[in-house]
């Protein structure tokens, strides 16, 4: 028999369906159990009483009947708030949506990822607090590249370690050539130092550490091309909520005069 439990627990609403004429399924993002789905009964109902607690970008502590495996069910919430910014700034939205998404498959359900969820609700709340969301999805990006089976040597050369010289990036290799080494690779990234030097301290920046940041938007420019040259040939994904943002940039560029 499935092991279940009542229990306290601090989640993250991911994202929500509807589910049949008057339920729905919410995916959370719980501290303890990892990522969970839960079915809510009669969640579309006019009145429903925990309709705010389970609206999207949503933290706060639930009481739940927490199945090991398989459908949750949500008791009762006992404190929670909804990130305000991202739920009514649609670009916001985009990113923390793509960000939440991005975890949500680099990781399988039901696994206990507490250091993710912190990373997650960090990276919501910087997002939320007006933090550029650009560098706040690279950061996670680069850093969600080992959970893909894909992780760069981005400390040094690949080859002879060495970190003083100008470095690039390539994809043969599975991380930086220094420049003594980048005759090896005809097909590297020819990157800019300034964008070399952010994709290594994003690998190993902790988000509860960061202050401020800001970035020109042609260096911001150049990490969106690296990064998506990154996932779309080593790790092969395509996400619609990433076109969104891609289409975002798009309309951008048309309404600019
Ligand atoms: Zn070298």
């Not at 501290?31 to 999207?56: E, S, T």
């Not at 969301?133 to 002879?160: D, H, K, M, R, W």
């Not at 994809?171 to 005759?183: A, D, P």
């Not at 800019?192 to 042609?218: D, G, P």
């Amino acid at each position: 028999m499935a092991q279940r439990q009542i229990t306290d627990f601090n989640g993250l609403v991911m994202f929500r369906r509807d589910y049949r004429e008057r339920d729905m399924l919410v995916k959370f993002f719980t501290d303890q159990f990892g990522k969970k789905m839960f079915f809510i009964r009669g969640a579309r109902k006019r009145g429903f009483k925990l309709a705010a607690a389970l609206l999207p970008f949503t933290q706060g502590t639930y009481v739940g009947n927490i199945h090991e495996e398989g459908l949750s069910f949500i008791n009762a919430a006992k404190e929670y708030h909804q990130f305000q910014s991202i739920s009514t700034d649609i670009g916001l939205n985009a990113y923390a949506t793509y960000i939440l998404n991005l975890i949500d498959v680099a990781f399988t359900d039901n696994q206990p990822l507490p250091r993710w969820y912190q990373q997650a609700v960090l990276s919501v709340q910087l997002i939320d607090d007006g933090f550029d969301p650009e560098i706040i999805t690279n950061i996670n990006e680069i850093q969600l590249l080992a959970a893909f089976g894909v992780a760069p040597y981005l400390e040094s050369c690949v080859i002879c370690h060495r970190s003083d010289l100008p470095l690039d990036y390539s994809e043969s290799y599975g991380g930086l050539l220094c420049q003594k080494h980048f005759h090896l690779d005809p097909y590297r990234f020819h990157a800019s130092a300034r964008a070399i030097y952010l994709l290594r301290q994003f690998s190993v920046l902790n988000l509860s550490k960061l202050t401020s940041i800001s970035v020109k938007q042609a260096t911001k420019d150049e990490l969106r091309r690296i990064i998506d040259r990154i996932y779309s040939d080593t790790v092969g994904l395509s996400l619609k909520s990433k076109h969104f943002i891609d289409d975002m940039k798009n309309w951008d560029h048309l309404l600019k005069p």
